[in-house]
């Protein structure tokens, strides 16, 4: 016995490892007979061993195996050993694609561990569209531990400048069906009906009218649309950065000749990014906003998301504008004495549903749906708009208003 003790150690430190387990297996030192081959990384034979003669000591050496594995680096060996240890080393080395690659062939729980580390990951790294793609790829759960990245997600692609165009449809149209898909998972969790849910299903309305938006944008006809559109998002600008939805809302009424309330939305997209640049908003005036839902308290923008250039323009538009006296400072009223895009009645108090295509409030002549409606001239134009032109985004919009409604009104209308 005095004998092994010399020799076993004395072979193995000659890295003669087989022959050092033999000797050991003669007289029965099963564990250091496993060691002896554990040195010389012959691991199949160390768990032959450890299986047919001591079966004890076969986590022992599934431990010592997943210890050198990650010691030595080699990952894709350990996934077959230990997957979760696998993943985490594949997160610690930021090699996210093989990380979540190998997480998809786990359960959905996994999977969702490690889409939300690397979601986490990119957007410190400020490539939030990235985050986006990967809840189109794998699906938006309604994991309250999650919350935050979607939240984080949607405000930072809000503020993405160079949006407010035709070819942005495909991004807005992925955020608005991660927020369908997130909404539609809620109502079957935990969270249903909860604030978190409220706030969720405010931000797919909004993304809706970012892409509807863009749609209508890619399609002549549907100018005015377009332009309803980004005045209806002046009530979301609680979430929307302020000085941004003032600027496309007055440039959109611009463009369709609504001159009032350009001239209206165009100074205070002025007085907003003086504000900016002083750091608070205290001096706002919102006298011209009184009676309608657009906000008054309002996050101040961390950044300006108008050029200097194009601030300049607008602020001689304005100033030209106001010499000529060409315009009223009021805004356009409706049949119900109120601002004509305020869902809410000033004199009875009554919030009309907003329109699926517009958001303008829906008054007389409605088309409705499940939960929703839409007014029906901007309806019919958006639907002959679809027929004339076969825009694919306005096909996708309708597509998805299906989704979202449960189906649509018009019997035998086809998305081709």
């Excluded at 990235?130 to 405000?155: C, D, E, T, W």
Aim: glycine share 4%; charged share 25%; with cysteine.
């Amino acid at each position: 016995m005095d004998v092994i003790q010399v020799v076993g150690p004395r072979l193995i430190e000659i890295q003669k490892y087989s022959a050092a387990a033999e000797l050991y297996l003669n007289l029965d030192l099963i564990k250091e007979a496993i060691d002896a081959f554990i040195e010389g990384e012959e691991w199949n034979k160390a768990k032959r061993v450890a299986k047919e003669l001591e079966p004890r000591y076969e986590d022992y050496v599934d431990q010592r195996y997943k210890e050198y594995l990650k010691n030595q680096g080699k990952v894709d060996s350990l996934v077959g050993v230990d997957v979760m240890a696998a993943l985490d080393m594949y997160a610690e080395r930021g090699q996210w694609e093989k990380c979540i690659e190998t997480a998809s062939k786990q359960n959905y729980k996994v999977l969702h561990k490690y889409v939300a580390l690397y979601a986490t990951h990119l957007i410190k790294e400020g490539q939030t569209e990235k985050v986006l793609n990967l809840y189109v790829q794998h699906g938006a759960p309604a994991n309250s531990q999650n919350f935050n990245i979607y939240k984080r997600m949607f405000l930072d692609l809000l503020n993405i400048v160079g949006t407010n165009r035709a070819d942005a449809y495909r991004m807005w149209a992925d955020l608005r069906d991660v927020f369908f898909n997130l909404c539609e998972n809620m109502i079957k969790s935990a969270e249903a009906n909860s604030s978190s849910h409220e706030e969720f299903e405010k931000m797919l309305q909004i993304a809706h009218y970012y892409a509807t938006r863009s749609a209508a944008q890619g399609v002549n006809q549907l100018d005015m649309v377009a332009a309803k559109l980004s005045i209806s998002l002046l009530r979301h600008t609680d979430f929307i950065p302020a000085d941004k939805a003032f600027y496309e809302a007055g440039l959109a009424a611009k463009s369709v000749g609504w001159e009032n309330m350009a001239f209206i939305f165009l100074n205070h997209f002025l007085d907003l990014s003086d504000g900016i640049d002083e750091g608070n908003l205290d001096a706002l005036d919102h006298s011209d906003f009184q009676d309608t839902d657009i906000p008054f308290e309002v996050p101040l923008p961390a950044k300006q998301h108008v050029t200097d250039d194009k601030r300049e323009e607008i602020r001689d538009w304005v100033l030209t504008v106001s010499m000529d006296q060409r315009v009223e400072q009021v805004l356009q009223k409706d049949e119900r004495d109120t601002y004509e895009a305020s869902l809410m009645a000033v004199n009875t108090g009554i919030r009309s549903l907003p329109c699926l295509i517009t958001g303008y409030p829906v008054l007389r002549n409605k088309i409705d749906f499940k939960r929703k409606a839409a007014n029906k001239d901007d309806w019919n134009k958006f639907l002959m708009a679809v027929k004339t032109t076969h825009s694919p985004e306005c096909q996708d919009v309708l597509k998805f208003i299906s989704h979202w409604c449960g189906g649509l009104p018009s019997a035998g209308f086809s998305f081709q």
